[in-house]
């Protein structure tokens, strides 16, 4: 395969843009369910993330640039190099020396590392926001939304209550247990829910309504339980709220 200038070019630039994308995905599970899919790579929610981050990026860099020679120009205090190390006045220049220089490529290479890592930290801050998790994830499931941030809440565990397909004349086994993550599907549906400190019981579904019955008693509680869509047939859900002073 052949790299072309211009398609490396296009790499070094949208760099800062995908450490946006990368940074806003990772807030977004920090301390959360997984209430909504997550942006697909294809999406027009990640083209504006990563277009729009380089862009932002770019700007605040080549600002940088300008503050530093005004600085510079005013102070007479920077030591001076064999190059100018502007690599935006450079580009637009096309100034050949600056390419032939290995300390002007290190120095480029390393001010986009630099600038990625500051999108990242940037992006995951804005990211944690729940306005901007909103603006940019649109979901109708907001009813998902809302247990995600409970179980973001220090002082709220959420428990859920999960009736499974598998059952003999009416018995059906139950799980019940502490919510750890949850998985959207696209049709606005569970697709599958991970529990911890699971305990197991039945439920008897019968014309008089539905009856739980006796726990398990002869085993301990599962430490981890992943459930899929395909083997449950209902799921409630109760949030606990705890008094911090107690």
Request: charged share 15%.
């Amino acid at each position: 395969m052949t790299w072309s200038f211009a398609l490396v070019s296009a790499c070094l630039f949208l760099f800062p843009g995908f450490c946006c994308l990368a940074g806003f995905l990772y807030a977004g599970r920090i301390e959360r369910l997984s209430a909504v899919p997550d942006v697909a790579p294809q999406s027009t929610t990640s083209f504006v993330i990563v277009i729009g981050g380089a862009i932002m990026a770019h700007f605040v860099a080549s600002g940088g640039f300008a503050l530093q020679d005004y600085v510079c120009l005013q102070s007479q205090m920077c030591h001076p190099i064999d190059f100018d190390p502007n690599i935006y006045r450079a580009v637009t220049t096309r100034d050949l020396r600056f390419g032939a220089q290995e300390g002007a490529i290190f120095l480029t290479l390393l001010g986009l590392v630099v600038l990625g890592l500051l999108c990242v930290l940037i992006a995951v801050q804005f990211g944690r926001n729940d306005r901007v998790q909103d603006f940019f994830r649109p979901s109708n499931a907001t009813w998902l939304r809302d247990l995600a941030r409970a179980s973001s809440d220090d002082n709220r565990v959420v428990l859920a209550y999960v009736m499974c397909k598998a059952g003999h004349d009416g018995i059906f086994a139950a799980y019940e247990g502490i919510v750890e993550s949850v998985s959207h599907g696209a049709n606005g549906q569970i697709s599958n829910i991970t529990l911890s400190s699971v305990d197991r019981f039945t439920i008897e579904v019968g014309k008089r309504g539905i009856n739980r019955r006796g726990e398990a008693q002869d085993s301990a509680p599962i430490s981890i339980l992943q459930i899929d869509q395909s083997e449950f047939s209902n799921i409630g859900f109760e949030i606990l709220q705890f008094d911090p002073e107690d």
